[in-house]
């Protein structure tokens, strides 16, 4: 059977300090002895494992205080958090059992319950169904054990995605957890459509990045329809001539047309009548001749030439900006990229091809204004069918990047909207992808969680069968023989009985009801031979129970004590693991003198025994005691007197006067105890303590009578005090004065006995 190894965790417990994981391991052993002055905590530290006997939190317990503890196989029991698992295996003995169990006022006690020799078949099946119990716990623990596992690995598995896909999320401030994951993992986990290509997670994640919607793109405007009308318009325009002009030199030599107008012009705004370039009369009649040849018609055409040029000129400019009007990759939404590509580099390569195009048709006009009077040369402009095919491919481009356009000024007016459907479609991709390995942590945690609850179930069965049984079996009429004999052996006497009534048990003197409340001895006998006698009621088993013992006894002689300590430590020897927990030395070096070989075994034997201590301290900066429970010093642990540990406190006190000592509370009444120690073997007899200090300064005149008085102060402040188990007071000594009486203690023990003195101060250092 597992016994317990540790105190794990304790918090909110009273005057103790709270533990944790990083706390040293107590190191409990099957036979454990701590020992503390009153007040230490004792009492709280038996209320831990009485909680666990009850299964439930003691109600004398501060409240909202917590602990576990640990057994040797791993598992953890404690309070609030399962306390159930170990009743049938933990007895306390305490002042609370003695309360619950024993009311002397009215000398009666509480039945105890033995298994009846007419009842040896239930109690085999008792005993049988006592097995199955340990049997089941043993499954009921390692199911426990395997869906703690289980359940480790799916919150690990949980918080592992999480955080991956967190990363992925670019969420700034806002987190994306485990808690998160598990409701995206309910969405989604039925849908089966398509996870995320690599190329739309990247899409969705630029979309993540960005803390604020991107610009808003112009819409092109492209006209097919006005650029083929003015392709059209030019070529027709190119291709027309001034048919009509009666001139035999323009018709024989059409290109001096505009030279031969613009010499007419000259000379008539001149005045000028004969030919600047032949030096002849210009006839009136030849002057006629060329006013109606000349006429409005040839300026109205040019000048329509002149402006079909300008209107050319600015739709070449027109088509070449087009180019510069698309966005580039980077000023759309990542998600409107894929294929935009594609499209603006064709787009880019046909604003070209068109701007070429219509280039051809400028220089053919050129030509044109040159001759207007002769038809232009059409070779170099580019065929209709090619400028059409150029037109509606540009047409059909530029209505495909305004849709583009369009879906990102969409997605920028949206923006909140749109950014929260990138994040979703992220949150189910990684929800598909790791749905199955999901699905599996999920199924092994909830398989484990079932068969835990089963095997819960299967215990709490058992339980009941078992106790189901006791109560068809057991009587508590054996067990008064067992109490009365034990009690007289502690006593000495058969005088004082406890006799079965129908709920229990009357306590009797002489065969008749005892009349007034026993003696504190009386009540220490009885209350021990009581528990004692429980041990094993109800079917119990010694070597499986884990008992613990507080003050075993209480208003005893030294012969009763020693007897009392003789008898709880025999009749639990064969426990599985007993805890005493005293605050009397003579009880504690009883303990101490026959578990000490246990402690400190031969070479190549484990230990089997624990001394603990639980050390009170005011640690520094703090405002109250706290006890901690620690390794019991050497100088407890290997002398019967507390002599040797009480000058060690007393030394460390005066060697560092500057030091904060977290035992200074004490001191006063630990120097008066080193005094009294040290007083009593060297001025033996009665007097008080300032009829021996007289007495010594008698026998040793060197002593500075002054220097004792604060020695004497001491006295006078102190109260006689014969046991260790009274030094947690607190004292109305002063610091300065208290320093003075531990420099003074040291003067008078080293010039009465240097060498006891320098062999005091060696064992404790």
Not at 26 to 52: C, D, E, P
């Amino acid at each position: 059977m597992a016994i317990v190894s540790n105190i794990k965790s304790l918090q909110g417990m009273g005057i103790y300090a709270d533990r944790g994981a990083r706390s040293p391991s107590l190191k409990f052993r099957r036979y454990n002895l701590v020992y503390g002055f009153n007040g230490s905590g004792k009492s709280t530290l038996s209320r831990l494992f009485a909680s666990l006997e009850a299964g439930r939190p003691h109600p004398k317990l501060p409240v909202g205080g917590t602990f576990e503890v640990a057994l040797e196989d791993g598992s953890a029991f404690g309070c609030p958090t399962n306390p159930v698992g170990l009743e049938q295996r933990i007895l306390v003995f305490n002042s609370d059992y003695i309360e619950q169990n024993l009311q002397w006022a009215v000398g009666r006690a509480n039945p105890v319950f033995y298994i009846g020799a007419d009842q040896a078949e239930a109690a085999n099946e008792l005993t049988k169904v006592e097995r199955d119990i340990i049997k089941a716990d043993a499954k009921k623990e390692s199911a426990s054990i395997t869906e703690k596992a289980a359940e480790k690995t799916l919150v690990s598995f949980k918080r592992e995605r999480a955080k991956s896909v967190a990363s992925r999320l670019h969420l700034a401030n806002r987190k994306y957890e485990a808690p998160a994951l598990a409701k995206d993992y309910d969405t989604w986990k039925d849908d089966y459509g398509p996870a995320l290509t690599d190329d739309e997670l990247k899409v969705a994640e630029d979309t993540c990045r960005l803390a604020e919607p991107m610009p808003r793109l112009e819409m092109i405007s492209f006209d097919k329809a006005t650029i083929v009308a003015a392709y059209r318009f030019i070529v027709d325009v190119c291709g027309q001539s001034l048919a009509t002009v009666a001139l035999d030199e323009v018709q024989k030599y059409p290109d001096i047309l505009l030279w031969l107008k613009q010499g007419h012009e000259y000379h008539e705004s001149h005045g000028i009548a004969d030919c600047l370039l032949c030096g002849n009369a210009i006839s009136p009649e030849r002057r006629a001749v060329l006013a109606a040849a000349l006429d409005d018609r040839v300026d109205q055409f040019v000048a329509r030439l002149n402006k079909t040029v300008e209107r050319l000129g600015v739709l070449i400019d027109s088509s070449t900006k087009m180019g510069t009007q698309l966005p580039t990759l980077d000023d759309l939404a990542t998600e409107f990229r894929i294929g935009f590509r594609e499209v603006r580099e064709t787009l880019l390569k046909d604003v070209r091809l068109l701007v070429n195009q219509l280039s051809t048709l400028q220089s053919v006009l050129f030509a044109k204004l040159e001759r207007p009077a002769t038809p232009a040369d059409m070779q170099e402009i580019a065929a209709e069918a090619d400028f059409l095919s150029t037109a509606e491919r540009l047409d059909a481009g530029f209505a495909t990047a305004n849709k583009t356009i369009s879906a990102h000024n969409q997605a920028v007016t949206n923006f909140a909207k749109h950014k929260a459907a990138a994040e979703a479609s992220i949150r189910r991709h990684f929800i598909i992808d790791c749905r199955d390995d999901y699905a599996k942590t999920a199924k092994e945690l909830n398989d484990a969680t079932v068969q835990h609850e089963a095997e819960v179930k299967n215990v709490a069965a058992l339980r009941a069968q078992a106790n189901e049984l006791r109560q068809k079996i057991r009587t508590h009429g054996p067990a008064a023989g067992v109490i009365n004999r034990l009690i007289a052996a502690y006593l000495g006497h058969g005088e004082l009985t406890i006799n079965p009534i129908d709920d229990g048990y009357e306590l009797q003197r002489h065969g008749t009801p005892i009349t007034g409340v026993p003696s504190e001895g009386e009540k220490t006998a009885i209350a021990i031979s009581y528990f004692l006698s429980s041990i094993e009621a109800d079917n119990r088993k010694l070597s499986n129970l884990i008992v613990v013992v507080d003050d075993p006894v209480s208003s005893l002689d030294t012969k009763a004590l020693n007897f009392a300590c003789s008898l709880v430590r025999s009749r639990l020897e064969k426990a599985a693991q007993v805890f005493i927990l005293t605050h009397n030395l003579q009880c504690m070096n009883e303990f101490r003198k026959a578990w000490k070989g246990k402690v400190r075994p031969p070479a190549g034997k484990e230990p089997t025994a624990t001394f603990l201590f639980i050390d009170v301290t005011i640690p520094e900066g703090q405002p109250r005691r706290t006890s901690t429970i620690i390794e019991m010093s050497k100088l407890l642990r290997e002398y019967d007197s507390e002599y040797h540990f009480l000058f060690s406190h007393v030394l460390r006190f005066v060697e560092q006067p500057d030091v904060y000592d977290d035992h200074g509370y004490m001191m006063p009444n630990v120097i008066r105890r080193v005094l009294d120690v040290f007083l009593a073997f060297k001025c033996p007899g009665g007097g008080g303590l300032p009829g021996q200090l007289d007495k010594l300064c008698v026998d040793y005149p060197e002593l500075d009578r002054e220097q004792l008085a604060a020695l004497e102060r001491l006295a006078q402040v102190e109260s006689h005090s014969d046991n260790i188990d009274d030094l947690l007071s607190f004292s109305t000594m002063t610091l300065e004065e208290t320093k003075g009486a531990a420099a003074a203690l040291f003067q008078t023990i080293s010039r009465v006995d240097a060498k006891h003195f320098e062999r005091l101060k060696s064992l404790c250092r």
